[in-house]
């Protein structure tokens, strides 16, 4: 077992940053690789950011644009999202999740465990 939790979000205006945290504890964090995903109130679960296991690549979604970075310390067991430039359409719940049997995953049936989620609000 995996156990995820997510920090750092809240209430920002338009323009503004955000740095999400996902602090994981249980097994090798570095055997994981490690994802964002967000929800919005209405629409389904979508894909972010993706690192692999050595933190050696990373991927994102088109509407990040370079607004997003996702970045892990693995000798802190924790996962990172930096958000610049928020919209108010970046209004969601954040989730970060891991995979043991992908190394670049982008969907959501391909990870394993899941944090509980964070609510990050762009105000316009």
């Known amino acids: 077992q995996v156990q995820l939790v997510e920090s750092g979000g809240g209430l920002v205006q338009a323009g503004g940053s955000l740095k999400l945290s996902c602090a994981a504890s249980?097994?090798?964090?570095?055997?994981?690789?490690m994802g964002w995903f967000r929800q919005a109130p209405g629409k389904e679960r979508e894909f972010v950011a993706v690192?692999?296991?050595?933190?050696?690549?990373?991927d994102y979604a088109g509407f990040v644009k370079d607004r997003f970075t996702i970045s892990r310390d693995n000798a802190k067991n924790t996962v990172y999202l930096q958000m610049n430039s928020l919209e108010p359409e970046d209004t969601a719940v954040y989730y970060c999740?891991?995979?043991?049997?992908?190394?670049?995953?982008?969907?959501?049936?391909?990870?394993?465990?899941w944090g509980q989620g964070i609510q990050v609000t762009v105000s316009s």
């Open positions: 999740a891991a995979s043991g049997r992908y190394l670049n995953p982008t969907r959501s049936h391909e990870y394993d465990y």
């Open positions: 249980g097994r090798t964090f570095s055997n994981y690789a």
């Open positions: 690192i692999t296991p050595t933190g050696s690549l990373t």
